[in-house]
């Protein structure tokens, strides 16, 4: 059994009012609807956000820990090499954004990453390569240029490389959640991101998110019921929006409890609607609900085998 908290540091959790101004949005799904502050500069401006977050990230770690370190810790030993081409082309990812943005481009805030070893590092990898992937896949909707959306599409594929290789010969877990990967709005993203950064400079532009409550889940497993909490938010009469590939399911949440769906991996969201998980209906998340199935799609969980709790 492994358990991810993707927040051990509490003085994370004024990242989010440190780092942007909220703007009134207008939503109609899971993703943050056209609205007029969201343009080119904005949708890459939060790629590039995202890019700086994870450059610091795998430079940090190949800081830290030697290949001795990453071998004594039970990863293969070629897995540092690997990562070492990652923390490339992530590198690579920040300058191409910034060059494209010029003076508009923002710049790397001050992170704090919760790893204490190669494994956990890994660990997390997994995590925000996926949600990197899913932040591309939720933000094309808004490009308007060809060229900008060609280059979104290729990180996007690069990233998701990353991610399937990540899970499946570092991890030995699944490299693919499905036949789709998951799109999500921007809010969502940044709920998941805004848990690292500790402070941003001023300089930098604000982008129209926000973050949520953190959404947090008990001992979870596929099709059995799991205890849920929301900070400040009652939960009583509310529903659970479990985002997976091109898919919502709501579930009802009853007792505190709701029904876990039988999916590898999951995004779910406390919503006060059965139809509608968007930026009117949220009142909390985001969690991530991530279980093992082997090659023929079947459940290995008999409890949970990944839940990670978002804090923001």
Not at 110 to 122: E, K, L, R, V
Not at 139 to 161: D, F, M, N, P
Not at 244 to 260: A, M, N, R
């Amino acid at each position: 059994m492994k358990s991810i908290s993707l927040l051990t540091y509490g003085s994370l959790v004024c990242a989010a009012s440190a780092f942007v101004l909220p703007q009134a949005r207008d939503s109609s799904s899971n993703s943050t609807s056209t609205n007029s502050t969201i343009d080119d500069t904005v949708v890459l401006n939060f790629a590039l956000t995202l890019e700086h977050l994870e450059n610091a990230f795998y430079t940090g770690a190949l800081n830290n820990f030697t290949e001795d370190d990453f071998i004594n810790d039970g990863l293969p030993s070629w897995a540092r090499g690997r990562f070492e081409q990652i923390a490339s082309h992530e590198q690579s990812h920040v300058e191409l954004l910034t060059s494209a943005l010029g003076d508009n481009a923002t710049k790397a805030c001050n992170y704090s990453f919760p790893y204490t070893s190669p494994s956990s590092f890994a660990a997390l990898s997994q995590v925000l390569e996926g949600v990197g992937v899913s932040a591309y896949a939720g933000a094309a909707q808004y490009v308007s240029s060809k060229s900008y959306l060609t280059t979104a599409a290729v990180i996007l594929s690069t990233e998701a490389r990353h991610a399937a290789w990540v899970a499946g010969p570092v991890n030995k877990e699944n490299p693919w959640n499905g036949p789709f990967d998951t799109p999500l709005g921007l809010d969502v993203i940044y709920t998941l991101a805004a848990q690292f950064i500790t402070s941003c400079p001023s300089s930098n532009p604000s982008l129209p998110v926000k973050a949520f409550p953190a959404l947090t889940f008990g001992d979870a497993s596929p099709g059995q019921a799991a205890n849920i909490t929301a900070d400040g938010v009652s939960t009583d009469g509310q529903y659970v929006a479990f985002f997976s590939g091109l898919s919502t399911i709501f579930v009802p949440v009853q007792d505190g409890q709701v029904v876990v769906p039988n999916k590898t991996i999951s995004y779910a969201v406390l919503t006060n609607s059965n139809t509608t998980a968007d930026d009117s209906t949220i009142s909390a998340g985001v969690a991530i609900l991530q279980f093992p199935f082997n090659s023929n799609g079947t459940s290995l969980s008999t409890t949970g085998e990944s839940s990670m709790n978002v804090r923001n």
